[in-house]
């Protein structure tokens, strides 16, 4: 069975870095590509980027290049998506989701979602 | 401003079908497959609807997904009262590079 078990919540402070993670299992981590998608409090799904673990080929929205970065390490079958300097308008759900085959297809399997809450 | 169309909101009574519609443009559903995601509050969002029609295993055949040009749209036969969620569209976006999504459709059963 594919499960992707993303890290807890986390509170943070407006400029602090913060890196949340995506264990995979239940499936070859190399052979899928991973998405990120942010959900912001009452809004709808946007796609953030993609990973593909097997070469680490990473894509962006062009609304988040440069505002995260989206990593992976295959040795844990675990991706990442992190933040250098944190904003109040971070403050949102992420979740990752495996990419079914090819990287413009359907999101297949989804996380449980990170809260990330930053205030001051 | 989500680039995929949906109604905010849609609803309808038990056993009753319900359609929800998703419009966009040659860029995005005129020219890749439409997906649709159902979420329920406080899970994670639910692969509904792959490649515009077919159903993953273990989604009920009541829910069938129908496209044209650049719209779109998911039917919901014998609705169930388990059936209230938000219901999201998404298709590649040529422009973009990437999956674009809609606004959402809040399904509520009277």
């Known amino acids: 069975e594919v499960q992707l078990v993303q890290s807890g919540a986390e509170v943070k402070k407006p400029g602090e870095s913060l890196k949340i993670s995506c264990k995979a299992s239940?499936?070859?981590?190399?052979?899928?590509?991973i998405g990120w998608v942010r959900q912001m409090r009452g809004k709808g799904l946007e796609w953030m980027g993609n990973i593909y673990p097997g070469d680490s080929d990473t894509r962006y929205s062009p609304s988040f290049q440069g505002q995260v970065t989206i990593s992976a390490d295959k040795s844990i079958s675990t991706a990442y998506l992190q933040w250098s300097s944190l904003k109040a308008s971070d403050t949102a759900m992420y979740y990752c989701?495996?990419?079914?085959?090819?990287?413009?297809?359907?999101?297949?399997?989804w996380g449980q979602g990170t809260v990330v809450t930053v205030s001051s | 401003q989500s680039v995929l169309t949906q109604p905010p909101s849609a609803s309808g009574t038990p056993g009753q079908r319900v359609t929800i519609s998703c419009s966009g443009s040659s860029s995005n559903i005129g020219s890749n497959p439409v997906n649709w995601y159902q979420h329920l509050p406080g899970t994670a969002p639910k692969l509904l609807i792959y490649?515009?029609?077919q159903r993953p295993s273990g989604v009920p055949d009541r829910f069938s997904g129908s496209k044209s040009g650049t719209s779109a749209s998911l039917a919901v036969s014998g609705l169930q009262s388990e059936d209230e969620a938000d219901y999201y569209c998404a298709a590649w976006d040529d422009s973009l590079n990437g999956p674009v999504f809609g606004g959402g459709t809040k399904l509520t059963v009277l």
């Open positions: 989701a495996r990419i079914s085959s090819g990287r413009k297809d359907w999101f297949e399997s």
């Open positions: 490649r515009n029609n």
């Open positions: 239940g499936y070859s981590f190399t052979s899928n590509w």
